[in-house]
């Protein structure tokens, strides 16, 4: 999964808080950073590579310091130029579809300016009307916004500088912890989408090349008729499979448990197999199912261990 920051500072080496917060997610893996400032310092927006990078990213989140009750202004241009007709939005604009948006900003003043009797008379919520709109018109996961406040250091005037970087690097955990929580749920619904395909094809006892992409040479199939490895092994436990049951079975699933593992996935689930066999005996069997799938940086899943125990 990847993550995408635009990163909207007049001068990030003189930042303070948002510098501390780059530095912290320059760290994560799948993580690009486009520092527009940098980028286009005289705002002339190049629109196509923008858009070709929003493109590739899973996740979307936009870092900058909270200006006038707003967003920078070239980040404000961004989105001007970025988020165009029939790209974000419109009857065919649907290339943000589906991708996650959130906001990550820095706050000048505390937190009780930013209430009805405060000085700013709003909440934070209420300034961001107009982007989460943006981003239900792009059809994009709007989340929650992330911000600190208290984020600006003036030297013998306001906040005391450790304090503000204390501050940032919480801000920055708590943007790792978001992103590792997206990369977690679409790992969960990829192998949930994976089990259901992988069980409708038992169902039709389709042919056992539909299969194939799944396994490895090394693919380690334990059943209970036996324990089998590769296409090879999978192609002899199934033909007798299709020789012993008859097509149109239903396999229901109780709950997915996926775990990361340093290099591959641990999931467990359970499963309910309702079939009949070709003398007439119907079967209605639970099964326990635990499995060690490794999933591609392209996104391609592939079995490990696939272990079956009929339960008691």
Do not use: C
């Not at 994009?140 to 911000?147: A, C, G, L, S, T």
């Not at 299969?211 to 324990?227: D, I, Q």
């Not at 490794?294 to 996104?299: F, N």
Request: overall charge negative; cysteine-free.
């Amino acid at each position: 999964m990847k993550t995408l920051i635009i990163l909207a500072h007049p001068d990030i080496e003189s930042s303070v808080a948002n510098k501390v917060i780059i530095e912290r997610l320059s760290q994560e893996e799948n993580v690009t950073i486009r520092n527009i400032n940098t980028l286009y310092p005289d705002y002339k927006i190049n629109v196509a590579a923008e858009q070709e990078a929003l493109i590739a990213a899973d996740t979307v989140i936009f870092q900058y310091p909270f200006f006038w009750y707003n967003m920078p202004g070239i980040l404000k241009l961004w989105f001007d130029e970025v988020f165009t007709y029939q790209f974000a939005y419109g009857s065919k604009g649907d290339k943000m579809k589906g991708k996650n948006f959130l906001l990550s900003f820095t706050v000048g003043g505390p937190t009780e300016a930013y209430q009805p009797k405060g000085y700013n008379h709003f909440r934070i919520p209420d300034f961001l009307k107009p982007m989460e709109q943006t981003a239900y018109l792009a059809q994009m996961n709007y989340h929650d916004p992330i911000y600190t406040h208290q984020m600006t250091y003036i030297p013998g005037v306001y906040n005391v500088k450790e304090e503000v970087e204390q501050r940032a690097a919480t801000h920055g955990e708590r943007l790792v912890n978001f992103i590792k929580a997206q990369e977690q749920k679409a790992v969960q619904e990829k192998i949930e989408n994976f089990a259901k395909t992988w069980f409708a094809q038992f169902d039709r006892l389709d042919t056992e090349t539909l299969f194939y992409p799944y396994l490895t040479a090394a693919s380690k199939l334990v059943f209970p008729e036996g324990t089998y490895y590769g296409e090879n092994g999978f192609r002899e436990w199934y033909q007798q499979i299709k020789k012993t049951i008859k097509p149109d079975n239903q396999h229901f699933i109780k709950g997915i448990s996926v775990v990361p593992k340093n290099e591959w996935y641990e999931v467990a689930l359970q499963v309910n197999m309702k079939a009949e066999t070709y003398e007439g005996l119907p079967l209605d069997l639970w099964v326990d199912e635990k499995w060690q799938l490794d999933i591609d940086p392209q996104g391609h899943i592939k079995i490990l261990e696939y272990r079956v125990e009929p339960q008691v």
